[in-house]
């Protein structure tokens, strides 16, 4: 972990774009809260797969950018765009002052059959570097318990190299509750001389039942003693986010003191479980 922990902290909040003015307004709200209290050095904002929230991307990042004075880096998928239609979309977020985005293959969207112009994420990297040089910051995807499709550990670690080869300047990773696997994952980076900061992907605990189910799309795993845990308390709500709250700001905290980068919380759209764990973090800014 030690070549972390040259890189100045940073502290930052995914949203999904909303699909109803309702969503939106409620978006504000809860942007609103973790800019008082957390005061992030971003936000980000999700991309459907295959461009498929192209349209309430574009706005969402317009309407959290006006609204807050946090930088907004909104997320873009390759998978199923033509070069064309991502030319597009980056000159349309040069022109609104956007400095950061975060890159990625992204998933095929059912009912689509070819992968457009890219096939993985370190082609979109490369891409917009020879499009528009340094302008952007690039975060990338890292995996710590590897990406559901890796052939081997060592072939995906070698593929998230090529991101960083091609110019990826950060890596958010997805999120996970086996600590170690990001130690590992880290130490994996070290060795292969890869000099980027390596941010945790923090996911609140609040819902057993939908985080068990993106969990096993995802390929993070919840392991045996927190899943049997979070079932005990079948309906019970409260008592899942108040212990998803102790296990969730416990690993946040024992990230941050081995020397961890900063953290990338996975809101939801909800400021609650974020801010309830932010509150009872020691941290030095
Ligand atoms: P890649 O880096 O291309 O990797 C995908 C797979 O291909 C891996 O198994 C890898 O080992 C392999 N691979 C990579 N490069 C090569 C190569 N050159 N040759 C052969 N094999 C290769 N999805 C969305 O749709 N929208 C979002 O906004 C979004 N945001 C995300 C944010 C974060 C922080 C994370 C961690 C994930 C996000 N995802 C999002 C999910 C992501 O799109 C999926 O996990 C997707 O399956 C992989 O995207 P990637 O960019 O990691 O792909």
Known sequence: MQSQKKFKHSFSCEFFPPKTEQGMEKLHNTSRQLKDVIKPDYFSVTFGAGGSTRERTFEAVKQIKLASDIDVAPHLSCMGSSRDQLTEVLDNYKQQGIRRIVTLRGDMPSGMVTAGDFNHANELVSFIRQ????????????????????????????????????????????????????????????????????????????????????????GAEIPRWLRKRLQDYGDDIASIKAFGADVVTDLCQKLLDAGAPGLHFYTLNQAEATIKIWERLSIER
């Open 131 to 218: 499009q528009h040089g340094e302008h952007f910051k690039l975060e990338v995807a890292a995996y710590p318990e590897f990406h559901p499709q890796a052939e081997t550990a060592t072939q995906d670690l070698l593929n998230f190299k090529r991101k960083i080869e091609a110019g990826a300047n950060g890596a958010i990773t997805q999120y996970f509750y086996n600590i170690d696997a990001y130690f590992r994952f880290v130490e994996s980076c070290e060795q292969m001389a890869l000099d980027i900061p390596i941010m945790p992907g923090i996911m609140p605990i609040t819902n057993f039942t939908s985080l068990s189910r993106f969990s096993d799309t995802c």
